[in-house]
């Protein structure tokens, strides 16, 4: 069974400028999540959805910070602008849903540096 | 609120047990996970244990849970250089209520295993 895939697996951007991060989770799964993982803690939750709606976007920098699902498979969260703090490992999640012990499974993240 | 709190350094001698702990504040949380994480890589589940349990074996791990205390512990047994990583605890919570599950991690702890 193929992973969570993420692309790029490193972005190196100037502070003012977009990027976007692409997500397909695992077939089937109908739970994906974006997290934020900042050097030397844990990931942090940005956003969840359901198949293609939100579930929980309250952790997400909404002046700057977007996703979307769209079809309810791929998935992109994008930084426009960014700023320095944004230096993190995007992680991307699924599962099948969020429901009782289901596992996430992690894909292996995109490292975004901000100049 | 939400907070789950691990010791940031854990270094044991190749085959000796390795045993690291997570403290957790939300009373409700049904499971509870630990997560290993390597250089450069996404996230994999360990192992997991639900609430209503105080222990789980599984090969090398024992996990211990204390649910008086919200204490909750990795033992790894023999612990070999290939056991060198990062580990998380993680609770699972549900913030906006039935059918939203969610998880908060620690900040990990970052296990050296000395050859």
């Known amino acids: 069974e193929a992973g969570v895939a993420q692309s790029p697996r490193y972005k190196i951007i100037e502070k003012r400028q977009s990027v976007a991060f692409w997500c397909n989770p695992i077939?089937?799964?109908?739970?994906l999540y974006w997290y934020q993982q900042i050097l030397g803690q844990g990931p942090k939750l940005l956003i969840q959805?359901?198949?293609?709606?939100?579930?929980?976007d309250s952790q997400l920098p909404k002046d700057r910070f977007s996703a979307e699902r769209l079809k309810g498979v791929d998935s992109t969260l994008k930084i426009q602008p960014a700023k320095l703090e944004d230096s993190a490992v995007y992680l991307c999640?699924?599962?099948?849903?969020?429901?009782?012990?289901?596992?996430?499974?992690f894909g292996p993240g995109t490292r975004l540096t901000v100049l | 609120g939400e907070d789950v709190e691990q010791s940031l350094f854990l270094s044991v001698r190749e085959g000796d047990s390795s045993v690291i702990n997570c403290t957790y504040t939300?009373?409700?949380?049904?499971?509870l996970y630990w997560y290993k994480q390597e250089p450069g890589a996404g996230l994999q589940l360990l192992t997991y244990?639900?609430?209503?349990?105080d222990m789980k074996q599984d090969q090398r791990l024992t996990v211990l849970l204390n649910k008086k205390d919200k204490h909750l512990s990795l033992r790894i047994a023999d612990t070999q250089t290939g056991d060198s990583a990062i580990y998380f605890c993680?609770?699972?919570?549900?913030?906006?209520?039935?059918?939203?599950?969610?998880?908060?991690f620690g900040k990990g702890t970052k296990l050296s295993v000395i050859p």
């Open positions: 939300d009373s409700s949380s049904t499971y």
């Open positions: 999640a699924s599962s099948l849903v969020a429901l009782a012990a289901d596992e996430q499974f």
């Open positions: 077939s089937g799964h109908a739970t």
């Open positions: 959805f359901q198949n293609n709606g939100v579930v929980d």
């Open positions: 993680a609770e699972r919570i549900s913030p906006a209520g039935a059918g939203s599950y969610q998880l908060t």
């Open positions: 244990i639900f609430s209503n349990m």
